[in-house]
């Protein structure tokens, strides 16, 4: 995977998978490239090193010392998730007071104009207020850090499956995403603040593990445990499930969350420990919520860690309920694959106008402002004003913010169905679509018009460049048609219409993101109703099955889109067919134990890869045997203290006493040091380097003649970066080449074998008409 200096030809390793599918730009499927979108920009990506390097270093390492500081080791990363559950959670309730407060207030203030019949300038104050807020959070997201546009969570799924892309985990990062999540869930757009919080949540957990910043000088010794990548996964997988604890107050929705849709690798160990990090974060919650009953926290306060309560102790179902629900599940898995293929379509738009520069990346979120501006204000005009029902729970109509009766144009004892949900925060439009006791205060009309609404402007706004979620607004849409749906049921179904509108939320949501277990859990800690817990099962279910008929889930199909190399848990039949040597490619470049300061030299600033084969040849041993396998950033690091040897002479030294264990610990989200910015004199690139000390002299390996399948799965379950492939038959080259992440790719492998391409679409076409008959 690298240029060889045995036969002195070049070969480009690439570690990555395509060039995004979002970029105009295509290059040989045989080379693939090594950028994604990051964010909103396209940046260079590499493979994580989640493999135990066992060098010198290892085995003088702390962790085969005493008592003590496995103690330490194991007492501090519980404490670094009591803080991450700590920090995250603090995090949460600010979004949610300042979103709830921002928004309250610009709904006040509207509506006190709509109350003076001055309905131009309240419309001008809420869209020039919709459009700042809008505004702010693009240019601060394009100008400082672009990485923090989209909810995040493709990034950080991609990060847990083992690939890094520079800026995601910054600190600057974080920041703007809170700033521009709240911003931007402000500004009436329909987007959502949980999928970015799982983002902060990771934010916050990486910054944490990697112990400071030495740029800004201000590091933590006693956190240097946790500089590498194993670790740091572990870390912000706790980080990414205190974030949906977080936006939802669902702590076991949380693990679940991180268990079934983040995590690529997982153990007991971590599941106790996210279990405890979301355990902070719903304590801490529940002391700030109960602080702001007092009414201390301004327009925010009625919720609490039910954010939607539906609960009723008389809810009953029967048989007959079942066919309602039955239908929900495939309606939803329609609209959710169908949603999915939209979103894509506009993803793909948005990035030609994207790529033309940041100008337009900021008109085009302020163009999406104005138009749901005047979509909120404009389409309740078109429904028609109903009586005040004389049985109301609360006043009728509604002056201020939230409520069921918004008065909007109508005169005094009406209301205004549909602005009690368009023209309102999505939250409130939840609750307005789950309230009890509510069967007759919304129209057949009302409800479709707020339906499309829903399903196109979430469509159109998640593609902006900003911090916006998609869970919110997905939910806000599934409930609308599961609304409608017990609307037309009717007293033909013992439930009532806001149970419906749950089992549509969960219908929509397992058809857009194909989860179910972790959904399930989230949609019962929102709602409070456990009693509905058979038929969210039921729906769930349902709707995945049917929308894993036409595509993927939305996380996964940005991620492709994004040019992410994500390797899947599934192996492709045709890797069956196939051997680790028909996709391994080379010359391959390797390098001596003891090895000449030139030859590192140039082949680092002539090339790209990140791991190199070591070979010990005579007289260091009686053949060639390969030694292990050292990596390009020890190779730095070496280069840059400069101890290097005057003869070919292997020597004894203890690499602990010539170089701190920091030095070779991981750069965390900062940028490591490159070869370019190093110089030699002409003496020292005529000097040696012994490569035995630093070398990973246990690499893992490969014959040749192994499946490519089974070379998969040992890849991901491990977590490799490299993978070593062996020569069959002695007597030949100690090592054939080096499997990275991308030779898994499909891209790559149909690639340098078109003719399993006409056999996929035979077994494809073959199955198809199966999974259709099935339904």
Known sequence: MSTTSINGEAYTDQESDTVPLLTSERSNINSTSQVAIVGANVCPIESLDYETAENDFFKQDWRSGGKIQIFQYVFMKWLLCFFIGLIVSLIGFFNNLAVENIAGLKFVVTSNMMLARRFGMAFLVFSVSNLILTLFASIITAFIAPAAAGSGIPEVKAYLNGVDAPGIFSLRTLIVKIIGSISAVSSSLF??????????????????????????????????????????????????????????RAPVGGVLFALEEMASWWRSVLLWRSFFTTAVVAIVLRALIDFCLSGKCGLFGKGGLIMFDVYSASVTYHLTDVPPALALGVIGG??????????????????????????????????ISVSTSCLLFGLPWLASCQPCPSDASESCPTIGR????????????????LASLIFNTNDDAVRNLFSKNTN?????????????????????????????????????????????????????????????????????????????????????ELTNNLLLLPLIMLVLLISKTVADAFNGNIFDLIMKAKGFPYLETHVEPYMRQLTVGDVVTGPLQVFQGIEKVGNIVHVLRTTRHNGFPVIDEPPLSESPVLYGLILRANLIELLKKKAFMSATVPTSIDALKLFPAGDFAERGSGNGDRIEELRFTEEEMGMFLDLHPFTNASPYTVVETMSL????????DVGLRHLMVMPKISGRSPVVGILTRHDFMPEHILGLHPLLIRSRWKRLRIRLPRVFKFF
């Open 191 to 248: 987007v959502g603040k949980a999928g970015p919080m799982v983002h902060t949540g990771a934010c916050v957990a990486a910054l944490l593990g990697q112990g400071g910043s030495k740029r800004f000088r201000l590091t933590w010794r006693w956190l240097c445990f946790f500089k590498n990548d194993r670790d740091r996964r572990d870390l912000v997988t706790c980080g990414s499930a205190a974030g949906i604890a977080a936006g939802f």
């Open 709 to 716: 399948a089974k070379a998969l799965i040992l890849f991901r």
């Open 334 to 367: 329609i609209f959710g694959s169908l949603f999915n293929f939209l979103l894509d379509k506009v993803l793909r738009i948005y990035n030609l106008i994207n790529e033309k520069g940041i100008v337009y990346k900021i008109s085009l979120a302020c163009a």
């Open 402 to 417: 939230s409520g069921n009766f918004k008065k909007f144009q109508c005169p005094p004892g009406h209301y205004n169905d």
């Open 440 to 524: 007759s205060e919304f129209q057949y009309s009302s409800i479709l018009i707020f339906f499309v609404t829903c399903f196109f402007l979430t469509i159109f706004s998640c593609g902006i460049v900003a911090p916006v979620g998609l869970f919110v607004p997905v939910i806000v849409t599934g409930a609308s048609y599961g609304r409608f749906v017990g609307m037309l049921v009717g007293s033909h179904s013992s439930l009532n219409h806001g149970l419906y509108a749950v089992l549509g939320a969960a219908s929509f949501l397992g058809g857009s993101m194909r989860m179910t277990v972790s959904l399930c859990v989230i949609i019962l």
